[in-house]
């Protein structure tokens, strides 16, 4: 499998932003509502003749009742696992939150590397207030605007260093797509096809809105699994 990224953070800290950027895309759903991105986006990048993948995490928001928060945390954890490194984003505009501290927590758990990200540097004045987030104890803070791009190749730069060398032909997995109208159970099947609650399900239609890749290896089988958005009529007129 390739190298992956994973982006983690509280809701509307430009976690969307910094895929669209690292993957050359407008594919996530950029909205200044918090808790837009509901489950995880995947895309692919390329930084000094190295290919990787990156995940899109929905915003993580702790111990919430609410249903597609308490699902977006779960994917959050699922992102963790599948990584190869972490980008933790938070906003130099707001400083360290309650939330920011619950996931460092969760991140300095997860014995892989971390890449602490201030976003919203967009200017001079604002470059000072990002030493409030050495104060999470996961090592340096790199300062970035994901909305002009400043920062992110110092950021690449240093996340390649980290990549393992993966052989070619664990690339070529074969693939297998579910696809069909919402709402009719692709997600509840995926997941009990892989025995994990990886994919949000609930009674509204149209939860999974951007395809979503699934390393399958069990039982002597591997292969990478795709569950998509449901497939609707386009509108006439």
């Not at 990886?198 to 999974?208: C, D, E, L, W």
Request: charged content about 25%.
């Amino acid at each position: 499998m390739s190298n992956i990224i994973a982006i983690v953070g509280r809701p509307n800290v430009g976690k969307s932003t910094l895929f669209n950027r690292l993957t050359e895309s407008r594919k996530a759903i950029v909205d200044d509502m918090s808790g837009v991105t509901r489950d995880r986006h995947y895309g692919v990048g390329e930084w000094t003749d190295r290919q990787f993948s990156v995940i899109d995490t929905g915003g993580y928001v702790a111990n919430s009742e609410d249903v597609y928060e308490a699902a977006i945390r779960e994917q959050v954890m699922i992102a963790i696992e599948e990584a190869s490194v972490l980008v933790f984003m938070v906003d130099v505009t707001t400083g360290i939150t309650d939330l920011d501290d619950d996931i460092a927590q969760v991140l300095r758990r997860s014995n892989k590397p971390v890449f602490v990200c201030a976003n919203k540097v967009d200017n001079t004045a604002l470059y000072n207030e990002i030493h409030t987030f050495y104060g999470f104890g996961l090592g340096e803070v790199y300062p970035l605007s994901s909305m002009t791009g400043s920062g992110t190749g110092e950021l690449l730069d240093e996340i390649v260093k980290n990549f393992e060398d993966i052989p070619e032909e664990e690339n070529q997995l074969p693939k297998i797509t579910i696809a069909g109208r919402p709402n009719v159970g692709k997600s509840s099947l995926v997941n009990a096809l892989i025995g994990k609650e990886r994919n949000i399900v609930t009674a509204n239609a149209g939860t999974t809105r951007d395809s979503i890749k699934i390393h399958y290896n069990q039982f002597g089988h591997e292969f990478m699994l795709i569950d998509t958005a449901g497939l609707r009529k386009k509108n006439k007129g």
